[in-house]
Every structure is written in C-alpha cells, then in structure tokens.
C-alpha cells in the first residue's frame, strides 16, 4: 500500500509536470543563443531582423499545433484535464512557452507548454499515452507535408507573384512552415526525457510504469544538456530535417534550392 502510493504519487508529479526542464539546461539554451546572436546580429542586424520576423509564424504555427494535437488526442481517449486546463484550442497562448520559444527563435530547436496529463482517465493506458506522446510529432509531420502542397498550388496558380519582393517573403514564411515543423517533429523525437520520443519509446517497450522509467525520466535533464553541449542535437537534427525535406518538397513537386 505504501508503494503504491509512493508510485501514484510520482507518476502523476512527473506525467502532469511532464516538461519541466532543468536550469543548467536554460542556462546551456541562453549561452547558445549568445552564441548564434552574436554570429548573425552583430555581423548583419537588418538580415538578421528580417529573418526572424519571418521565422516567427511558422514558430507559432508549429508549436501551436504540435501541443493542441497532444491535448485534442488526450481528451479524445477520455482524459478531462486538457480541456479543463484550456488547452484543447488552437489559442497560441495557451501553448506557448517562453523558453521553448526562445530556443526555436534564437537556436533552431525548441519546445511548446507541454500538455498536463492524467494517464489514469484512459481507458487502454499504454495505448491511450502512445497515441498521445505521438499525436504531436505526427501533427507535425502533416502540417510540413499540407504547406508543401499549399506552396505547389500557389507556385502553380500564382508563380508571377513570387517573384515580387513581396511575394519572395512570403514564399519565404512558407518554407519556414514547412522546415519548422519538421524540425520540431526531429527534436521532439530524440528518446530523452521530457521529449515525446522518451515516452513513445516507453510505451513501445512497455516500459513505461517501471522504476526505469522514473530513474532516466529524473536524469532527463541533464541528459538533455549532455547532448545539447556536445552537439548531438545538431548531428541528429539538421540531416534529418535537411533529408524530410527534400523528400517532402519532392513529392510536392517544389523547387529545391
């Protein structure tokens, strides 16, 4: 009786406060974004400017819609706290968060206000927290592929109006979109906690109510760090998101560049 009251207690701390990062890692976040200010910024300010504005939809796009497909899946499959929590909209303020946001911006990965959780309302619990800790990464991957079409389309119906100075900023944020999102879909797939990798990687193995779990779920953090400061995360990121990419733009039958 005593375990499993530890246990409960625990896993709903953990589930529910599942994207609490540790301040070693937003400190690690902050000296890269130094880093990567001080390369474009201070050498071109005007370019660098104009390229963030242009980034910031398709941030906010993604994000958005990567942590509403988490709360939508979650309350779907009978879980109440979602919705309770205002999550299940497509509000850009219900999901972002500062940090995550700040590392996308600056760093070219990052993070959404992660989806609260109560594994306890499902009906089938490993399937229910599988198709959960997966709906963001898919919606993700959908999003890429619908923008790319959309780019098509316009390319198609539209192609003189590229060629404008307003036009190529917008064909820009298009890309953005689609570059985005695979790069949060990447990210968000490395099987570290508190990414969603970690806990479909756990319901695969079904090990996900272990000890195990909760052991690597408390050295998430720092594993996250580790691989941040060695530059794992760059390894994995940039040939992944580059090779989706262009698979992505091919079958849409968009230019590559």
């Known amino acids: 009786m005593v375990y499993w009251e530890r246990y409960i207690k625990t896993a709903e701390e953990k589930i529910l406060n599942r994207g609490n990062i540790n301040i070693s890692f937003i400190v690690i976040v902050a000296l ?9 910024a201070f050498t071109d300010p005007m370019q660098w400017v104009m390229d963030k504005v242009m980034i910031l939809p398709a941030i906010f796009i993604g994000l958005t819609f990567h942590e509403f497909a988490h709360a939508f899946v979650a309350y779907k499959l009978g879980d109440q706290t979602p919705k309770l929590q ?39 619990r490993r399937r229910d927290e599988f198709l959960v800790s997966i709906a963001g990464v898919t919606m993700n991957l959908l ?14 119906t539209a192609g003189g109006f590229f060629t404008t100075g307003f036009g190529a900023s917008v064909w820009m944020m298009l890309e953005y979109v689609i570059y985005i999102n695979l790069v949060l879909m990447v990210f968000n ?15 695969i193995f079904n090990f996900g109510n272990t000890d195990l779990y909760w052991k690597i779920y408390s050295y998430g953090s ?25 698979l992505i733009a091919g079958l849409a039958g968009l230019p590559l560049y």
């Open 32 to 40: 890269l974004a130094f880093m990567s200010l001080r390369e474009g």
């Open 86 to 124: 205002g999550r299940v909209t497509l509000n850009p303020l219900a999901h972002i968060d500062m940090t995550g946001l700040l590392c996308l911006f600056f760093i070219g990965f990052g993070w959404g206000k992660a989806v609260q959780i109560d594994p306890y309302q499902f009906k089938n």
């Open 143 to 156: 999003l890429a592929i619908v923008f790319a079409f959309i780019a098509k389309i316009l390319l198609v």
């Open 189 to 203: 797939l490395i099987p570290v906690p508190p990414l969603d990798g970690f806990n479909i990687i756990a319901q």
């Open 222 to 246: 720092w594993i996250l760090v580790a691989i941040v400061v060695f530059g794992v995360t760059g390894m994995i990121i940039s040939p992944c998101v580059q090779f989706l990419y262009r």
